[in-house]
């Protein structure tokens, strides 16, 4: 009986690591390429614009209020530049340095705006939140978590009219393995700081608060179809803002690479774009000043006559220039409102403290 009861303890004992290892976090994120390292649950080891959590288990309940962010979620130190249709890349990840662990459930993501507050010092517990991406199933036996679970980054772009200002992103993984029993779901929310750039005007319609905006017996959240092959599932949390309905829900994209808080190197420009990324879609190149191409049956022209052509040409390449800044100029200006000093002036920090 002794023998037994001892094998039984270390059977136990050998387990729990796996156990602790079955969840996960963001280990990591990206905006427009721009990547940021989050921290060790319960580990502040360094600025990120992700809002630590204190364990990498699972939010059981959905009248929890660590369903806002994350358990007992602190906030985070950075706030980080963002535009209406920037691509998000969320890098989930499990305990002991691990893949993220599960494959049957949604992909949720929420935003919620900061008001006037900095969201380094914003507390969401009364916020109102839109949805603006869900993925569920592939097809239908395939969830999209399967490819999280597999190493793959989840993909979200924000609305391409959402309005300047600090916002939080709510990205979900809804783990539902267990979701055939009442209270069965395992949620797993987490908090991006951003302050968004641009001058669009779009505010959402429809919003939810957490908690509240789930319920134990939702079909989406008890489901004991979940695990039969070809059954349909329905997302919780109300329908996608409209202010995301023209952008995509999400997708998955191959695993994002560790890197510290830091920015990735600059893409090159296209044709079209200036020195500052902008693009009149024309077609020109408007990085190079062009001039007419010389026409070789000048050459038995007087010498005079050249140096009248070369004058006409040198007059050319400065209008040429000249018109060209005054485009750019006038494209910066068409971009500006209300809040683009307020908005530079973030930028500017934000470069210096980098």
Same mark, same amino acid.
């Given at each position: /009986? ?13 387990? @729990?690591? @796996? ?11 990206a905006i427009d390429g721009r990547r940021y390292a989050g921290n060790l649950h319960n580990s502040d080891k360094g600025a990120s614009p992700i809002r630590l959590v204190g364990g990498i288990g699972p939010v059981k309940g959905t009248n929890s209020k660590d369903l ?6 602190? #906030?985070?130190? /950075? ?6 249709? +920037? ?9 002991? #340095?691990? !893949? ?10 929420? /935003? ?8 380094d010092k914003f507390d969401p517990t009364n916020a109102k939140w839109f949805k603006i991406a869900q993925l569920g199933k592939k097809d239908a036996n395939t969830w999209f978590q399967e490819d999280i679970e597999r190493g793959s980054a989840l993909n979200v772009t ?11 992103? !709510? ?10 029993? /009442? ?6 929310? &987490? ?5 968004? =750039? ?39 949390? =109300?329908?996608? &803002? ?6 995509? +829900? ?8 560790? +890197?510290? @808080?830091?920015?990735?190197? &600059? ?9 500052? =990324? ?9 990085? @190079? ?39 750019? !100029? ?5 971009? !500006? ?18």
């Open positions: /009986m002794k023998t037994f009861v001892a094998i039984a303890i270390l059977s136990l004992a050998a387990s @729990t690591p @796996t156990l602790v290892n079955a969840h996960g976090f963001i280990r990591q994120v806002i962010c994350g358990l007992s979620a602190q #906030n985070a130190e /950075m706030v980080v530049p963002a535009n209406p249709g +920037s691509t998000v890349s969320f890098q989930w990840s499990g305990g002991g #340095n691990q !893949r993220w662990p599960h494959s049957t459930g949604p992909l949720i993501t929420y /935003m919620t705006s900061c008001g006037p507050t900095s969201c924000l609305p391409k009219n959402l309005s300047p200002g600090g916002y939080l992103i !709510r990205q979900e993984i809804i783990a539902l393995h267990h979701a055939t029993s /009442m209270g069965g779901a395992e949620f797993y929310p &987490s908090c991006i700081q951003v302050q968004i =750039g641009g001058c669009e005007t779009g505010f959402p319609l429809q919003t939810v608060s957490f908690p509240g905006a789930y319920s134990d017996s939702d079909p989406g959240i008890f489901d004991p179809d979940v695990h039969s092959p070809g059954s349909f599932y329905n997302f919780p949390g =109300g329908p996608v &803002s409209e202010l995301a309905a023209a952008s995509n +829900s999400g997708a998955v994209s191959e695993q994002l690479t560790d +890197s510290a @808080t830091s920015p990735s190197p &600059s893409s090159s420009l296209s044709a079209d774009d200036d020195a500052y =990324g902008y693009n009149d879609g024309d077609g020109s190149d408007d990085n @190079t000043s062009s001039a007419p191409a010389s026409d070789t049956s000048q050459d038995n022209v007087p010498l005079v006559l050249h140096i009248v052509l070369a004058a006409v040409n040198a007059f050319l390449l400065v209008g040429h220039s000249f018109l060209d800044r005054s485009r750019r !100029r006038a494209k910066r200006k068409s971009c !500006r409102c209300g809040d683009a000093e307020q908005e530079s002036q973030f930028e500017l920090e934000y470069i210096l403290s980098a």
